[in-house]
């Protein structure tokens, strides 16, 4: 081979490399300007998102109706239909492609009067204490009933006590929230087994009736109602059982240590009736390129009887409408499948969840996304998520499309409990975080109310939630 057909060989071989070189380069660019232009793209879509729910959103308004016009929701009571009634309308002015109610048997429980109760250090000398009826409850007999008290910090006392010292008495279940615990919903989960569970257990030992501190980490005067059971106990044996607020909690406590020998008497006529018809409201915005993968969004329509369930979960409830009102508003058209689901009984029964799930089962049809909002409408800090690895690191790419929001808490764990029966494999679970502070400082009690709604952090949520939809409808799940 000649020195000249060497040189050309070797010239050929560099300009192949070169272009090579150059081809590289230039994949390398424009897989980097594509990658930007989505992240351009996806950035502007939640600045309009944000800007609409905030310049022009409704779902303040609307909650200051369901609080204020309705009020208390409870399963199986006239508010509760005339949400449901309310709902419906309201979805069909959005111009959604499809609204329907779900119907579901739910349980019906009613408080009846105030319930009274009083600490007797002598007789005729008493102090009042405020109390409510938990949920599900049985009533007092006629006239009330006054009995000894027995403090403990939580069930597993019983068992060292012994029928001996519980027989005849009132057990007072005292274990307060943990303080210390930053994440409040690890606080409410370490004490909530004491009004759960609380009467059942104590009624084994012989009690004739619990009274339980409030799932609240503020000193006030405001008892907190919530969900009991009693298990299999027959219906002669059931006792009654009432949260007493904070500050009577500390209260009793202290004159128990005073006097051990003081009564306690307690009058409530709470009452459960036969299960009614109920429903669950659905709206639909059918999806644009895959109609049969469906997303959902929703909070529970439901809520205690003592407030107007403006926290919980009125704000689910309205943030949920509302994401389908922004994509609308601005024009946007989901490629899924997109409904919002407002859950009927998840305070008392969680029969809406379940009945929603067990439809869409037997439909056969894909859910694919899931997100619920019931811990209060206050500031979003982000999401937890109940999902695989290759899920959550997606969501974990778009942390800095959220920055901007102050939106920073991404994390496993549990998601909401409507939409907790929807899960199989493939499906990604969420759950709104908002900061969980103040959050106990209202659930189930009296005060949950329009006035302690912020609108600008109601607003905040509505396009977090509705930002996170679209990201996963974008991108789809893994």
């Known amino acids: 081979m000649s020195e000249a057909t060497t040189h050309k060989i070797n010239t050929s071989n560099i300009i192949t490399l070169m272009s090579k070189k150059i081809i590289f380069i230039l994949l390398v660019w424009s897989t980097h300007c594509f990658a930007q232009n989505k992240v351009q793209q996806d950035s502007t879509m939640l600045k309009k998102l944000y800007d609409t729910s905030l310049l022009n959103g409704k779902s303040y308004t609307w909650l200051d109706y369901l609080s204020n016009q309705i009020g208390g929701r409870l399963s199986g009571s006239v508010n509760a239909q005339k949400a449901v009634e309310w709902a419906e309308k309201e979805l069909n002015t959005l111009g959604l492609d499809k609204v329907w109610l779900q119907s579901v048997m ?11 109760a009083y600490i007797e250090t002598e007789p005729g000398r008493t102090t009042n204490v405020p109390i409510c009826a938990l949920g599900g409850s049985v009533p007092t007999p006629i006239g009330g009933i006054k009995a000894s008290v027995v403090e403990v910090k939580g069930i597993e006392d019983l068992r060292k006590l012994g029928s001996d010292q519980i027989t005849g008495k009132i057990v ?4 307060p929230m943990q303080a210390d615990l930053i994440e409040t919903f690890k606080a409410y989960g370490g004490c909530v087994d004491q009004r759960y569970s609380g009467a059942a257990e104590a009624a084994n030992f012989g009690a004739v009736g619990v009274i339980v501190r409030s799932m609240n980490l503020r000193l006030d005067d405001y008892p907190h109602t919530g969900a009991m059971s009693y298990g299999n106990l027959p219906d002669a044996d059931k006792i009654p059982a009432a949260a007493i607020s904070t500050n009577g909690a500390d209260l009793l406590s202290s004159m128990l240590t005073l006097n051990p020998d003081i009564k306690f008497h307690i009058n409530m006529n709470c009452r459960t009736w036969k299960d009614v018809e109920s429903f669950n409201v659905i709206g639909e915005i059918t999806g644009s390129e895959l109609p049969n993968e469906y997303m959902v969004v929703g909070g529970h329509l439901d809520s ?3 407030g107007d369930g403006a926290h919980d979960d009125g704000a689910g409830v309205v943030q949920s409408m509302e994401v389908l009102r922004l994509f609308k508003e601005i024009g946007y058209a989901p490629k899924r499948s997109l409904r919002v689901v407002l859950f009927m009984n998840e305070e008392n029964g969680l029969r809406g969840g ?5 439809v869409a089962k037997s439909k056969g049809e894909n859910h694919v996304f899931a997100l619920e909002s019931d811990s209060g409408g206050f500031t979003p800090r982000g999401f937890s998520f109940d999902c695989d690895d290759a899920n959550f690191e997606q969501v974990k790419s778009w942390t800095t499309l959220f920055e901007p929001y102050l939106i920073h808490y991404f994390a496993k764990g549990g998601s909401g409990a409507d939409i907790g029966p929807l899960k199989k494999e ?3 679970l969420a759950g709104l975080r908002p900061d969980s502070q103040r959050y106990f400082d209202y659930h189930h009690a009296k005060n949950d109310t329009f006035d302690a709604i912020n609108k600008r952090e109601l607003e905040l949520g509505a396009a977090t939630m509705a930002s996170l939809v679209y990201l996963f409808d974008r991108y789809g799940v893994k």
Not at 354 to 358: L, N, V
């Open 172 to 175: 007072f279940f005292n274990r």
């Open 106 to 116: 739910v349980p019906k429980w009613t408080r009846g009067v105030t319930e009274f």
């Open 354 to 358: 379940k009945k929603y799930a067990a």
């Open 304 to 306: 205690w009887d003592l």
């Open 426 to 428: 493939g499906i990604v």
